[in-house]
């Protein structure tokens, strides 16, 4: 039976030279049986202010903390690495990324529950974690599920995170089932995870909120103008490219 290992990590900051502080993990092999992982861990690289604004780590609480290598996730990652189990994150390009950096090479199938939710959800005006959380209302059954694995939610705080990305992805396989009957979900998924999204608003810019067809027709110099200056993601990048070509 395949495993699930949904994942988050805490880091020193975003850029190149960061690195991981915290991960939090929820290994699923079967209703009963959940592994549970939250773990802090040392790095010689500094963690920025912008980062402990953000998850309130400081350099103190991870100073006699094991480095991510031998921490009990990193070796239970490495030994569950294989294509028919599943590796899951919101914004898994991020996390994944965090990984390798450790020496990490990647043979899992992977799910992002974030590329998923963009999918599924099309109308949601955003996607982010916190912000799924109270629009699907996860937030009302959170409680019982935390108490069931003796875990405390905390936004930004991997192992919260990871919880509340449970029962997101319990929310994704619903969707996916009703949208797509008659396919393994999972698969569907990983499937969906590959396939970039094409978006229906602009998210920020002078026409936040607005069609972004409409746009095309109106102002195709702007949508120029963005492709060529702003960094986009993969899906911002492809809609663009989309109504361009």
Same mark, same amino acid.
């Given at each position: 039976m395949a495993a699930y290992v949904l994942f988050d990590t805490e880091t020193t900051g975003n850029q190149e030279q960061d690195r991981i502080i915290q991960v939090g993990a929820l290994i699923v092999h079967?209703?009963?049986n959940i592994?549970?992982?939250d773990e802090l861990c040392s790095t010689s690289v500094p963690i920025s202010i912008e980062a402990m604004e953000v998850h309130n780590i400081t350099p103190d609480v991870i100073e006699n903390q094991p480095p991510y290598a031998d921490t009990a996730f990193a070796k239970k990652v490495e030994a569950l690495n294989q294509k028919e189990n599943y590796l899951i994150a919101h914004n898994?390009?991020?996390?994944?990324?965090?990984?390798?950096? !450790?020496g990490f090479t990647n043979h899992y199938t992977?799910? /992002?529950?974030?590329?998923c939710a963009k999918h599924l959800l099309p109308?949601?005006?955003y +996607?982010?974690?916190q912000y799924l959380r109270y629009? =699907? /209302? =996860?937030?009302?059954?959170?409680?019982? !599920?935390?108490d069931k694995l003796g875990i405390t939610i905390k936004a930004h705080d991997a192992i919260g995170d990871v919880l509340v990305m449970k029962l997101l992805l319990s929310k994704l396989v619903q969707l996916t089932q009703e949208q797509f009957p008659g396919l393994n979900p999972m698969q569907k998924m990983a499937e969906l995870t590959q396939t970039p999204v094409m978006m229906k608003i602009f998210k920020f810019g002078k026409y936040k909120g607005r069609d972004i067809e409409e746009i095309? +027709? !109106? /102002?195709m110099g702007y949508l120029k103008w963005m492709r060529k200056n702003l960094e986009l993601d993969e899906d911002m990048a492809f809609t663009l490219d989309h109504y361009l070509g």
């Open positions: 079967s209703k009963e592994e549970i992982f898994i390009g991020f996390d994944l990324g965090m990984l390798e950096k !450790e992977l799910i /992002d529950t974030v590329r109308d949601s005006p +996607h982010r974690l629009s =699907l /209302d =996860l937030y009302k059954t959170e409680g019982a !599920e935390a095309g +027709h !109106e /102002d």
